[in-house]
């Protein structure tokens, strides 16, 4: 069974008590009983963070103090306990750049595609990484078309694939038995999840895949098979993919489309579905015509779960996703962050224009999110589409620091100023919330939003700034300094493996509200200095 480390405060049950962002679980009034310590233990995992990703040295010494403290904890409910160091400290996980995140993986899990040419399992494989290393576990795809062309001479025909021929079967068992090595090597250095796309369609090749990766690494093993039997889905796929292949560049289109038909005829000669009465110990999902049908076997422990949820939401019908932030808000004007203001004059024009724009596009069955903010409610107010409010679209948490300027949180909290600087994705505002935590916040956003057609999502710069990067594919370091500027529409149109991207400014002037990464830490911009809180009193 995994053990899941919550990225945020805590929940569940247990004792009462309330919970804050910055610091975790605060203390229960009264002492909590040995049994109800117990219970907590079974059902959730606890995290301290340390005092640099609490946002201050003052936040995790006081975190510290509290844990320690004898007057609210009886002698049999410590003994209950395991050592302090093994409860309530997790390693932190090195990912996709500088920015450390919970580790979610206790075993490393390789995730084995199966299927025939043109079935989706490149699409699945990206998809599938795209969105793990999204939620922070570290992901990767080991293609094995890539290895084979590094293997052998430019592509000829579809001759290479024929299984009478000796030769050219034993260097694709090299490229496999390279590749597997690889995924090995690299799961062994600190990878979490392995996807190997290929078309592992034989059983003697699956069966090679668990006498590496399960009895001699140990590793967790989960096959996907994309099964499809649509001859429009395969057709599709063939022309948007499969005739782009760096093997048919030297081919017309007439004679690559011939040469792929054949291929795939050569591996229907020795295809082996995946069976539950021959392999019956394997875990794997079935996904029939890109959803239509799921089958799941014997799948096991908290990432399997998630990665089967995962791939019963996504489908590949034809969709735009427009993002926009609100109109320019008053807060905005002043050099406020956070706060639930009202739109300014110009904020007003420009939720006229984007009702404008959205009636022009006469987008079929739009449908409209917003947070449950007032600038973002009052920027689709003429937009004429079915409308839905969204609490975890609401913008990042500031905590102590919400409606405060830069300047006024430079000079107030130096130090708090300087440590978000120094890793903005993991900092948590004191009493509020990090990008980390925004992340978890919005993967059932996403996660609804992957089964949707036509959606409009207006939200606040943090919150298009996660949902950015879990589309175009960007790291944790990227995500925070991603611009999302205002008055913009950002048009999402998913293609083969990724995502179309178009800028389109509506002609309204509006402030500017990114703030690049400094050269130094704790370095504020000309343009976000003198801009001070008109209500300085108001913050303690």
């Known amino acids: 069974m995994?053990?899941?480390?919550?990225?945020?405060?805590?929940?569940?049950?247990?004792?009462?008590?309330?919970?804050?962002?910055?610091?975790?679980?605060?203390?229960?009034?009264?002492?909590?009983?040995?049994?109800?310590?117990?219970?907590?233990?079974?059902?959730?995992?606890?995290?301290?963070?340390?005092?640099?990703?609490?946002?201050?040295?003052?936040?995790?010494?006081a975190l510290s103090e509290i844990q320690l403290c004898p007057s609210v904890m009886s002698e049999g409910t410590r003994k209950m306990l395991p050592p302090?160091?093994?409860?309530?400290?997790?390693?932190?996980?090195?990912?996709?750049?500088?920015?450390?995140?919970?580790?979610y993986v206790n075993s490393p899990h390789v995730i084995a595609m199966v299927g025939l040419p043109a079935r989706g399992k490149t699409y699945i494989s990206k998809k599938l990484s795209r969105y793990l290393n999204w939620i922070g576990i570290n992901t990767k795809v080991f293609n094995l078309g890539e290895y084979r062309r590094h293997a052998t001479d430019a592509y000829r025909s579809h001759e290479f694939f024929r299984p009478d021929n000796e030769e050219a079967m034993a260097i694709r068992q090299?490229?496999?038995?390279?590749?597997?090595?690889?995924?090995?090597?690299?799961?062994?250095?600190?990878?979490?999840?392995?996807?190997?796309?290929?078309?592992?369609?034989?059983?003697?090749?699956?069966?090679?895949?668990?006498?590496?990766?399960?009895?001699k690494m140990g590793y967790k093993l989960f096959f996907v098979e994309s099964v499809c039997d649509d001859p429009s889905i395969i057709e599709q796929n063939i022309?948007?993919?499969?005739?782009?292949?760096?093997?048919?560049?030297?081919?017309?289109?007439?004679?690559?489309?011939?040469?792929?038909r054949l291929r795939i005829e050569h591996y229907q000669e020795r295809y082996e579905p995946l069976s539950e009465e021959l392999e019956k110990d394997l875990s794997y999902m079935k996904i029939y015509n890109t959803g239509e049908k799921v089958v799941v076997h014997k799948?096991?422990?908290?990432?399997?779960?998630?990665i089967v949820y995962y791939l019963m939401n996504i489908h590949i019908t034809p969709r735009t996703i427009y993002l926009t932030r609100h109109g320019e808000s008053e807060h905005n004007l002043q050099g406020l962050i956070g706060g639930d203001s009202n739109l300014s004059e110009r904020g007003r024009r420009y939720a006229q224009a984007l009702a404008k724009y959205i009636d022009e596009q006469q987008i079929e069955g739009l449908r409209v999110w917003t947070s449950w903010l007032k600038r973002t409610i009052q920027t689709v107010a003429d937009v004429n589409a079915p409308q839905e409010r969204w609490k975890a679209l609401n913008e990042i948490d500031a905590g102590i620091c919400e409606e405060m300027t830069y300047e006024d949180i430079q000079l107030r909290f130096p130090e708090e100023f300087k440590a978000r600087d120094q890793n903005k994705f993991a900092y948590r505002y004191p009493r509020g919330e990090s990008y980390e935590d925004l992340v978890v916040r919005l993967e059932p956003v996403m996660m609804e939003l992957e089964r949707q057609g036509n959606v409009l999502v207006v939200s606040h710069q943090a919150v298009l700034r996660c949902v950015l990067a879990y589309f175009l594919d960007k790291s944790a370091d990227e995500l925070p300094y991603l611009k999302v500027?205002?008055?913009?529409?950002?048009?999402?149109?998913?293609?083969?493996?990724?995502?179309?991207?178009?800028?389109?400014?509506?002609?309204?002037?509006?402030?500017?509200?990114?703030?690049?990464?400094?050269?130094?830490?704790?370095?504020l911009d000309a343009k976000f200095v003198g801009k001070p809180n008109p209500n300085p009193a108001e913050k303690k």
């Open 2 to 61: 995994d053990v899941i480390v919550s990225a945020g405060g805590g929940g569940g049950s247990g004792a009462t008590g309330s919970s804050n962002p910055a610091t975790g679980p605060s203390l229960p009034a009264t002492a909590p009983t040995a049994s109800a310590v117990a219970a907590a233990i079974a059902s959730r995992s606890l995290r301290v963070r340390t005092s640099s990703q609490s946002g201050g040295k003052q936040y995790g010494e």
């Open 84 to 103: 302090t160091t093994e409860t309530i400290q997790t390693k932190p996980f090195p990912i996709r750049g500088k920015c450390e995140r919970a580790n």
């Open 174 to 215: 090299h490229c496999a038995e390279l590749a597997l090595e690889d995924v090995c090597n690299w799961l062994e250095n600190g990878g979490e999840v392995a996807v190997f796309d290929a078309t592992n369609s034989t059983r003697d090749r699956r069966q090679m895949i668990r006498e590496i990766v399960v009895k």
């Open 239 to 260: 022309m948007e993919v499969k005739v782009s292949s760096p093997d048919y560049r030297n081919m017309n289109m007439d004679e690559a489309l011939s040469d792929f």
């Open 299 to 306: 799948h096991e422990g908290h990432i399997q779960s998630r």
């Open 485 to 523: 500027p205002l008055h913009t529409i950002i048009k999402l149109t998913p293609v083969a493996y990724g995502c179309k991207v178009e800028h389109i400014m509506l002609p309204i002037h509006a402030v500017d509200t990114h703030r690049a990464k400094p050269e130094v830490p704790g370095q």
